[in-house]
């Protein structure tokens, strides 16, 4: 059964509560009630978090997030109280290390697609629709939607998939008012993102928001706008009907399903170690995309 090759023992910490571990991140609680996220380096894909960890990702995708959460800071609140080392932590988490508030998390992805690929692509193929969203004849991998749409998903657990589910169903499981609250929210988020990105020669196809409530105030929580919780592609590569390059898991992916990996993705082994290589590629793709997005170098 999918889940964790090798399931990572948290860190103890004076003074943190370790909470749950995650596909890529720690989360514990300080003394003043307060959420401690630690941004590990493990990778997941095909509902496996793989043995082999890729080096710089956890800071890479905290600092980016938090780079995004400036960005984007009057269009929603965001849940970061302060990316200060907790005292008595270890040397290692500096720089991906974020102390947040503490939400009535909202138990929905909250998906925007511009772009028409992954499971959509897979449900246009089908029904012609997204999340019951009726879209054009003639779409094909890569196409740009007629406008962005809202496409939500419901939160799994490590080794299972989230499940796409229409807008009413949210509005069934959440209430009317919160969920139109999340579609406007992450629509928002979404175009002003989809904008920066394009001007800096990179498609924002689509992305996946978390929501939490302060009170009766929505807020952004967990990653923002990071390549594993995005699809970013190469503008000048971009070119429907085919799969996109990308700056995320592509070639972890694409090395995983070929020969040279020897492992049966339908099988009930867990996938291999990854080669030396394949780390490297991938650690470029995260570093190409934050210097691109945030126009400040990676060191």
């Known amino acids: 059964m999918p889940g964790f090759v090798e399931k990572p023992e948290p860190i103890q910490v004076p003074g943190?509560?370790?909470?749950?571990?995650?596909?890529?991140?720690?989360?514990?609680r300080n003394a003043a009630g307060d959420l401690v996220m630690v941004a590990s380096d493990r990778t997941s894909t095909y509902d496996w978090v793989l043995p082999t960890e890729i080096p710089d990702k956890g800071r890479?995708?905290?600092?980016?997030?938090?780079?995004?959460?400036?960005?984007?800071a009057d269009l929603v609140p965001h849940h970061v109280l302060s990316s200060d080392l907790p005292p008595g932590a270890?040397?290692?988490?500096?720089?991906?290390?974020?102390?947040?508030?503490?939400?009535?998390?909202?138990?929905?992805?909250?998906?925007?697609?511009?772009?028409?690929?992954?499971?959509?692509?897979?449900?246009?193929?089908?029904?012609?629709?997204?999340?019951?969203?009726?879209?054009?004849?003639?779409?094909?991998?890569g196409s740009e939607l007629p406008a962005p749409i809202f496409t939500p998903a419901t939160k799994a657990a490590v080794g299972e998939h989230d499940e796409n589910v229409s807008y009413e169903e949210v509005a069934?499981?959440?209430?009317?008012?919160?969920?139109?609250q999340l579609r406007e929210a992450t629509l928002a988020v979404y175009a002003r993102a989809r904008d920066i990105a394009r001007a800096r020669g990179i498609i924002l196809a689509d992305t996946k928001f978390e929501f939490g409530?302060?009170?009766?105030?929505?807020?952004?929580?967990?990653?923002?706008l990071t390549p594993d919780s995005s699809r970013f592609w190469p503008a000048d590569q971009w070119q429907p009907g085919r799969a996109q390059a990308s700056f995320d898991k592509q070639f972890v992916r694409d090395w995983l399903t070929s020969p040279a990996s020897g492992w049966d993705r339908k099988g009930e082994q867990p996938p291999p170690p990854l080669p030396e290589e394949i780390v490297a590629a991938s650690r470029a793709k995260y570093v190409e995309a934050y210097e691109r997005l945030t126009g400040t170098s990676w060191s």
């Open 90 to 141: 270890p040397a290692e988490w500096e720089g991906r290390t974020l102390v947040c508030k503490s939400l009535r998390m909202v138990p929905v992805e909250c998906v925007a697609r511009g772009y028409l690929t992954g499971s959509g692509l897979a449900e246009y193929n089908e029904t012609r629709t997204v999340c019951g969203l009726a879209l054009p004849e003639g779409l094909v991998d």
């Open 172 to 180: 069934l499981q959440v209430g009317a008012d919160t969920a139109a």
């Open 60 to 72: 890479i995708l905290t600092q980016l997030s938090l780079w995004w959460f400036d960005q984007i």
């Open 213 to 224: 409530f302060e009170g009766d105030t929505l807020v952004i929580a967990d990653e923002v």
């Open 16 to 28: 943190l509560v370790h909470l749950h571990t995650g596909k890529v991140r720690e989360l514990y």
